[in-house]
């Protein structure tokens, strides 16, 4: 049976006509789904039963449970661990915080395109565990369901997921088909903003061009993490594929079609990718590109030896990206308290941890 996530609002009023039923009970039916975020038939109070029992025999509707939820003290951040119905598991983030200069709240799903990863980052706890399965559309839809349904159960009525990076767990790019559709959905029927959906990949060229031929006002955001080809074998090992000349290529094929602003990643790890040579390689290799970068300081566990560099550290490394003329920023440290990395729920509950 498929997922009732597959099909559009023409096509669900189709097969409710053909099954004898007025065309409004589509309508209700979709506007439970996308607009109020609900899973579950049998909360669609509107909907008679005989209408229930005949969609619930056409399609498949939830099929992933949270089985384990974590928030920081302030409840900003929020980790939900979600089992699929091959027992698998992924994880979700949630980051709560005020949108500049209002009074909103930006409400951001870090969400997962893949059951573990290939790409093998070695200060990742994904990619240690190495690579399961891709995830379906319907798959990766039903973590926003899941995520607003959270949000309205425990945090507050009115508050729902505005903004999604795909930064989960998982290479996009290696799962394009299933990831294209979901954040088309996600722009088409949740009302997200294209430009609040952002593509974060660890630097597979030809997703990159696929992308900008797209046509998409996605935010596209890549791992860098490293100056230099041989610092980036080691710490993004996909480089070894898609070397930094290849990378950077794209990047440009991608600015001159897309004419949009690339975000580039860069976890700073203590003696190892801060220093003034890698400020310098940086600013050579980007010349000329229209970018940002996000310094990451790295989220230290057992697994992984290295250190994340002091504030003074960060702030120097900051300081000389920026006169290389590449505007740089640290990003914030959230979700500490509660292994806020990607994969750390998930390898607790299998005993990797
Ligand atoms: S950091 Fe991202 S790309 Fe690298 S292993 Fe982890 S999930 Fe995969």
């Known amino acids: 049976m498929d997922s009732i996530l597959n099909f559009s609002e023409e096509e669900l009023q189709k097969i409710t006509i053909e099954g004898g039923f007025p065309s409004f009970r589509s309508k209700q039916l979709y506007s439970w789904l996308y607009d109020k975020s609900i899973l579950d038939l049998e909360l ?47 994880e979700i983030v949630i980051m709560r915080y005020p949108e500049k200069q209002t009074t909103k709240i930006r409400n951001t799903l870090c969400i997962s395109s893949q059951i573990g990863c290939q790409i093998a980052c070695p200060f990742c706890a994904t990619g240690q565990s190495g690579f399961k399965r891709n995830l379906t559309t319907a798959e990766i839809l039903e973590q926003l369901f899941l995520a607003n349904n959270y949000l309205r159960n425990t945090v507050n009525n009115s508050e729902k997921i505005n903004n999604i990076v795909f930064m989960g767990m998982g290479e996009p790019f290696l799962n394009w088909e299933a990831v294209k559709n979901a954040a088309t959905i996600m722009n088409t029927r949740f009302k997200i903003g294209e430009r609040r959906i952002t593509i ?39 480089n070894k594929k ?41 600013g050579l290799l980007l010349k000329g590109l229209k970018c940002h970068i996000n310094g990451i300081p790295l989220n230290e566990t057992e697994e992984y030896p290295y250190k994340k560099p002091s ?40 005993g990797l941890l």
């Open 200 to 238: 974060s990949t660890s630097g597979v060229t030809k997703g990159i061009e696929a992308l900008a031929d797209l046509g998409k006002q996605w935010v596209l955001a890549i791992s860098l993490h490293g100056s230099n080809n041989q610092l980036r074998d080691e710490l993004v090992p996909i």
């Open 242 to 282: 898609y070397p930094l000349e290849e990378l950077i290529q794209s990047c440009r094929y991608y600015m001159n079609k897309a004419n949009r602003r690339i975000t580039f990643e860069y976890i700073m790890i203590h003696n190892k990718n801060i220093g003034l040579q890698n400020s310098r390689e940086l």
């Open 311 to 350: 504030k003074n550290e960060m702030n120097f490394f900051r300081t000389a990206v920026e006169k290389e003329g590449i505007s740089f920023s640290i990003r914030e440290e959230k979700g500490q308290s509660i292994n806020g990395a990607c994969g750390q729920l998930r390898n607790q509950r299998k």
């Open 44 to 90: 669609m109070s509107n909907l008679d039963r005989s209408y229930k029992s005949f969609i619930s025999n056409q399609f498949k509707f939830k099929t992933i449970e949270i089985i384990k939820s974590i928030a920081s003290d302030d409840r900003q951040t929020i980790k939900l661990l979600l089992e699929l119905c091959d027992k698998e598991t992924v």
